[in-house]
């Protein structure tokens, strides 16, 4: 008998099914009417409005923000200095592997003008990219109304703006994250760790997933995803004057949590607990164990071995969720790279998408929103960490309730429970 997830790899499973198996997985009720509606084709006037939308975003971007493309501008500067023969390491905040920097170099042919319009094109398109990749996850169709929704949604979720504005190369794992665990789904998973392997030579965020690989026991993509960023990053390491500063200058510049300029939009938990007055070494110990939980977590979903997408995402969620807890420094945008498979798993009953507490930890991100008193640049990564910690606990949850519902349901009872005789008219 051919199960539902082996007919869903295969290619043989309507959308409708989907639902029904993502049921059968997390041992609930079948897709509700919503649910259903989401995933029916969107009229074209949707799509519409979801394009006028991107496009708003991109013209504001491009002709109003006085710091567009800023952090893209780090590592173009590199591959500029590396074509004028100096050293890309000599600037601090260029904090990539040299891979990075070889990269950057066709950007670095373009004049200003240009780049200032190609950065919030390219991060739109990258994040609805990122975005129609984690659809199919779930074998959600791409032209489905929950993927209109979720287009026309991203203009006002401000980590959103706010990426696509400065251009920072998270924008790579928010496209490699869902493909990778695409391919993974198809068990291609050479494929996938080549994906990320290239995902870590432009920046190597998507590092905790090479403990998805291991949880897997998938070893041959395990070494493709570190010979890639490796063997690319001494190739680089060959031909630019200097290398050896990114170990000299630029880890010990990464470890310290950057500086003051970095500082004020860290939402990791350390840098919280310690701008709240809780001494450094407390507070990083605190985020410490954070993360060794989460990462806990992250096991512990995965050694519950059923199969389907659920496995993969929430596993791999919760392993870029503890490390976010306890990196140094952590930004609104890294939970991009993590949002849209969640989001997308709304398919499947279980789903942490399906709590209402994940929402609530997006609703301080919404555009247009005035928090009082955490308006401030300086403030505003106490908004961030609301939506982290928050997300990280629902996902916590998410990944550990089945074990602590079936330890609940078998625990022993004692022996003045023995008698199971129903008791009437006690009021």
């Not at 394009?51 to 109003?64: K, Q, Y």
């Not at 505003?380 to 349901?409: E, G, I, K």
Request: hydrophobic share 55%; with cysteine; glycine share 8%.
């Amino acid at each position: 008998m051919v199960g539902p997830y082996q007919r869903l790899l295969d290619g043989r499973m309507s959308v409708e099914e989907t639902g029904t198996a993502g049921a059968r997985e997390a041992g609930e009720r079948p897709d509700s009417p919503a649910v259903g509606w989401l995933l029916g084709r969107a009229p074209w006037a949707l799509w519409a409005v979801a394009a006028v939308l991107m496009g708003a975003v991109i013209f504001n971007i491009h002709r109003h923000s006085p710091t567009v493309g800023m952090d893209n501008d780090f590592v173009v500067k590199a591959a500029r200095a590396l074509l004028d023969g100096g050293a890309p390491y000599a600037d601090k905040r260029f904090l990539y592997l040299p891979s990075a920097v070889l990269a950057a170099v066709p950007e670095a042919l373009l004049s200003a003008g240009k780049l200032r319009l190609l950065v919030p094109v390219a991060g739109v398109g990258a994040v609805v990219l990122g975005w129609l990749l984690a659809l199919r996850i779930f074998r959600v169709p791409v032209r489905s109304r929950l993927a209109a929704l979720g287009v026309a949604a991203l203009a006002f979720f401000e980590p959103f703006r706010n990426v696509v504005n400065i251009g920072n190369w998270t924008l790579a794992s928010v496209v490699a994250l869902p493909l990778m665990l695409l391919l993974a789904l198809r068990s291609r998973w050479v494929a996938a760790g080549a994906v990320l392997g290239l995902a870590l030579a432009l920046k190597p965020l998507l590092a905790p997933l090479l403990l998805l690989l291991v949880l897997a026991r998938r070893w041959r993509a395990l070494a493709v995803a570190v010979a890639v960023p490796v063997v690319a990053s001494v190739l680089a390491a060959l031909v630019m004057p200097h290398p050896g500063m990114f170990f000299t200058r630029t880890l010990p510049f990464l470890l310290h949590g950057q500086d003051g300029f970095a500082r004020p939009f860290d939402a990791s938990l350390g840098m919280i607990l310690t701008r709240l007055g809780v001494p450094e070494t407390a507070a990083y110990g605190v985020a410490a164990v954070a993360a060794v939980a989460g990462t806990g977590c992250a096991w512990a979903r995965w050694r519950r071995g059923d199969q389907g997408p659920s496995r993969l995402v929430e596993t791999a969620a919760m392993l870029m969720l503890a490390a976010f807890l306890v990196s140094r420094p952590s930004f609104d945008h890294y939970l991009l790279v993590v949002l849209p498979p969640l989001v997308a798993s709304v398919a499947l009953p279980g789903s942490a998408a399906r709590t209402v507490w994940f929402w609530i930890a997006l609703v301080p991100q919404v555009s247009g929103l005035v928090w009082p008193h955490l308006e401030a640049l300086h403030r505003r990564a106490f908004r961030d960490a609301v939506m982290l910690w928050t997300v990280a606990a629902v996902m916590a949850w998410t990944c550990v309730r089945p074990r602590v519902l079936r330890a609940v349901a078998t625990m022993p009872m004692g022996p003045e429970s023995t008698d199971r005789t129903p008791v009437r008219d006690v009021f």
